[in-house]
């Protein structure tokens, strides 16, 4: 429960960089929150942009975090990301 703030927070400069209108930042996000995608079809998604077998186990890894939360937290967490693209910091991206 402790690592995904760690992963968001991580990668807040990024994704505030990026904003939504980085089609690929807001899939992975999207995906990553959705319990609806599997793991397997998370690597499969973007399999191009994982550089070899060790990324792809801390994806993997990820990916079982976000699918181990409740709909609840997943709702936070969706809350969170949009309250990152509407904050002040992203505005200025």
Known sequence: M???PVLV???LPFYC???PGCT???QVIEQAIDPQVSEDEYIANFSEYIPGEEAEEAIRQA???FLQQSDE???NAQE???A???SEWCKQY
Do not use: E
């Open 2 to 4: 402790k690592l995904l």
């Open 9 to 11: 927070l991580a990668a």
């Open 17 to 19: 960089y990026a904003g």
């Open 24 to 26: 690929l930042v807001s």
């Open 63 to 65: 990916k079982q975090c």
């Open 73 to 75: 937290t997943l709702g």
């Open 80 to 82: 969170m990301v949009d």
């Open 84 to 86: 990152i693209y509407n």
